[in-house]
């Protein structure tokens, strides 16, 4: 089956900068790649998801790249803020109707200090 | 739209009891898909469910749970002799249709074994 690995566990960065989060998967079936955001205590939201017929995505201060070879994906933040402090999920997807299950990374928690 | 209900938010159940939880996707959504997330991990995917038909059972473990959609009313995973380990958050997503693009979890339900 899918197996997702998530980097870093922990990332601190200042108001202002860039955080970057990376993730590794191992099933080349794998085509959908969504990240999500999970405050304390509340449910995880999507922030951003990318499909393997594009290579990159972006949403305002957020963006997804996607190397296919390498089978890896990574989420950018820039000019980060507090609010942005959470816990970001990576996950996989076949996305071939039946085979419709995340496999999500072990997440990363994001911390933005003033 | 009021987005995927879960209920109980809490959910407290001495060892050996019973536990139900309750997903009611989103309106004209027949997919229902259930995550456990262990305290300070990701979300592991357990069943994935049409409406009285389980598509993907794979993640869910073979002895006590169970889970079902039916055609009335709302989905229910059910613990049977709960034990302490199954202390979790458990999140229900649904979709429209039999993929995994935007995903639209509930709020969860967190249980809690003494």
């Known amino acids: 089956g899918e197996n997702v690995e998530q980097h870093p566990s922990t990332l601190s960065v200042q108001e202002g900068d860039s955080a970057v989060i990376k993730c590794t998967y191992s099933?080349?079936?794998?085509?959908?790649f969504p990240w999500y955001k999970q405050e304390l205590g509340k449910r995880p939201q999507l922030i951003i998801d990318?499909?393997?017929?594009?290579g990159e995505k972006k949403d305002q201060r957020i963006a997804v790249t996607l190397n296919k070879t390498a089978k890896h994906f990574s989420l950018h933040i820039t000019e980060t803020q507090p609010e942005d402090s959470a816990v970001y999920f990576c996950?996989?997807?076949?996305?071939?109707?039946?085979?419709?299950?995340?496999?999500f990374g072990t997440g990363t928690r994001l911390q933005v200090t003033l | 739209n009021a987005g995927v209900m879960q209920n109980p938010r809490h959910l407290v159940r001495r060892r050996g009891q019973e536990a139900r939880l309750r997903c009611s996707p989103m309106?004209?959504?027949?997919?229902v898909y259930w995550y456990r997330q262990l305290p300070e991990e990701g979300l592991k995917f357990m069943v994935y469910?049409?409406?009285?038909?389980?598509?993907?059972e794979s993640g869910m473990p073979k002895e006590r749970f169970s889970a079902e959609f039916p055609k009335e009313g709302p989905s229910i995973l059910r613990i049977q002799q709960v034990v302490r380990g199954d202390s979790a958050a458990y999140f229900c997503?649904?979709?429209?249709?039999?993929?995994?693009?935007?995903?639209?979890f509930g709020s969860g339900t967190r249980l809690t074994v003494v």
């Open positions: 996950a996989a997807s076949p996305n071939t109707g039946t085979a419709s299950k995340l496999t």
């Open positions: 099933d080349s079936a794998s085509n959908y």
């Open positions: 997503a649904s979709s429209p249709v039999g993929g995994s693009n935007g995903y639209t």
């Open positions: 469910l049409q409406k009285e038909n389980i598509i993907d």
């Open positions: 309106k004209g959504h027949s997919h």
């Open positions: 990318i499909r393997s017929n594009v």
